[in-house]
């Protein structure tokens, strides 16, 4: 396929540049390649970004992504990147009712401090020690796994060897999570803290036999070879302006308000057609790679286009003036807040969130989970916040399906963003409302996102956080060796619809630049 006459051939062109896309250009430029990268926004990073959402207020909030655990040292390392994680002091708090007293559990600092925790809930030793041999699994499970993102796919048989446990294999890649849970532990609220990490952006029940919630826990237990979840230092907008840095650094071209509207290949050369605010204009390349969702991908080569994915999430930014006490007082709301505050995650109100949402209607109690950016992390917050003791909230609804939002997005939000605010509420001393800080206008610093506002404004299909379902990290048919190939041969797909994408980690970046260098 010729070039058209005044247009620009490169090495590779890539389209879209949120994380992904920067990493997958970092490394091609690196090794030599002329590389541009199309962005349809005016700024690079998709929803990896930090932004000032409440008028004249200096907080810095990771707006959509906002903890890091699948993004690998190994990229950090190569690409030089000036970027670091911290991780939180503690793990999670999880309040609830018992025996009409205010009470919760704490996991973390001290083994010994959390095995109380334990106790003092369940009236035992037991779960404590059903915790540390399930987690324990887990853990070698992810230092087996982990590194292989990074490298060719292995098959499923590979990678059951390499697991090297028939009994881990089993518990996370054969039979619902549902079964190990309710075969390990016994106290309802320890079954849903665990489950938890099944449901992160993902609309299945406990016992799906599509497995799609085992998938999604395998990837929130395998980060870094331990499944810690960590503070991005500088919030989220400091990685992805780290790797634009260093793409740039090493040559690549990245020009923002760029959108591509149409990739024309015969398999050895392609085209990117691409629109701007002055017209249109036509980019050459030997490979293109899509840091796009498939639905994008399909629509621009004119494809068949895949099933449509569903997002099930309500993500909720807020700064507060102060953090709220809790009506369990003997928890510093210091440290509640500081890793992930359950709300309303019971096992039991888990499957009724989902049962209620998969009949169509909203959750009567809505499962959400926040953590406190700016515990860990200050210097998102301008100095004169940080010294009057301002702290941001982040928080991630569960089991609200776009399908719900379809006749009145905004309506719905509303409804919904009241009705989760009120689950927090029953288990706080104060109402969140009366520590909300307030911007220029006088409003409440209070910002949700459905599905559907997250489609609008990101392009994610169906407001899906990864882009479509998440799939097994072993090879399947028509997967290819690095789980970025598509049907036509020059063109990859390097975004979170990519074998082994999802969550902030760059490994579809790092993967499809892998398979353009030849590795």
């Not at 925790?117 to 399930?134: K, M, P, V």
């Not at 992930?340 to 209620?356: K, V, W």
Request: charged letters at 20%; one cysteine or more; a negative charge.
């Amino acid at each position: 396929m010729p070039a058209n006459e005044g247009t620009r051939t490169y090495d590779a062109v890539i389209v879209g540049g949120g994380h992904n896309g920067l990493v997958a250009a970092a490394y091609l430029a690196r090794a030599g390649r002329s590389v541009l990268l199309l962005e349809r926004l005016g700024h690079t990073g998709g929803a990896a970004v930090s932004s000032r959402p409440f008028a004249g207020v200096d907080a810095r909030l990771s707006r959509y992504s906002y903890l890091v655990s699948l993004l690998p040292d190994k990229i950090v390392q190569d690409l030089g990147l000036g970027f670091r994680v911290q991780g939180r002091t503690v793990s999670s708090y999880t309040p609830v009712e018992r025996g009409g007293r205010a009470t919760g559990l704490l996991v973390g600092g001290d083994e010994e401090r959390t095995r109380r925790a334990f106790a003092e809930l369940t009236g035992s030793e037991s779960e404590f020690t059903a915790w540390q041999r399930f987690y324990g699994m887990t853990t070698e499970v992810a230092r087996r796994v982990f590194p292989t993102l990074t490298e060719p796919l292995p098959t499923r048989a590979a990678l059951r060897a390499r697991v090297a446990d028939e009994r881990a294999w089993r518990t996370l890649f054969e039979e619902p999570i549902g079964v190990a849970v309710e075969e390990n532990f016994h106290d309802d609220l320890v079954r849903g803290v665990v489950l938890t990490d099944a449901l992160i952006g993902t609309f299945a029940d406990a016992h799906d036999p599509s497995l799609a919630q085992n998938r999604c826990f395998l990837y929130h237990v395998i980060g870094g070879g331990t499944g810690a979840w960590d503070v991005p230092v500088g919030g989220m907008g400091a990685l992805t302006d780290a790797l634009a840095g260093a793409a740039r650094a090493a040559g690549a071209e990245i020009v923002t308000g760029h959108e591509a509207i149409r990739i024309d290949t015969d398999g050895r050369t392609a085209e990117v057609t691409y629109r701007t605010a002055h017209g249109e204009g036509v980019a050459a390349a030997r490979h293109v790679l899509v840091n796009a969702s498939p639905r994008e991908l399909a629509a621009l080569t004119g494809d068949i286009a895949p099933e449509p994915a569903e997002g099930a999430q309500l993500k909720v930014n807020m700064l507060l003036k102060r953090l709220p006490r809790l009506k369990d007082s003997s928890v510093d709301p210091r440290e509640a807040f500081a890793g992930t505050f359950h709300i309303a995650e019971g096992y039991q109100q888990l499957a009724t969130a989902h049962a209620q949402a998969a009949a169509g209607e909203l959750p009567a109690a809505p499962p959400s989970e926040i953590y406190c950016h700016s515990l860990t992390d200050p210097t998102i917050l301008g100095p004169d916040l940080a010294a009057r003791g301002y702290q941001t909230l982040t928080l991630f609804g569960l089991h609200t399906p776009a399908r719900l939002f379809a006749h009145d997005n905004d309506a719905v939000r509303e409804e919904l963003l009241k009705s989760t605010l009120a689950q927090l509420d029953a288990h706080l001393a104060e109402p969140l409302a009366d520590c909300l800080a307030t911007d220029d206008d006088g409003r409440p610093c209070i910002e949700a996102k459905t599905p559907l506002d997250l489609d609008r404004d990101l392009g994610l299909p169906g407001g899906n956080i990864f882009h479509r379902a998440l799939t097994w990290p072993y090879a399947q048919d028509g997967t290819g060796r690095w789980g970025v190939e598509t049907r036509h041969a020059n063109v990859l797909l390097c975004g979170a619809g990519a074998v082994r994408g999802g969550g902030v980690s760059g490994v579809p970046g790092h993967n499809a630049a892998m398979a353009v260098l030849g590795e």
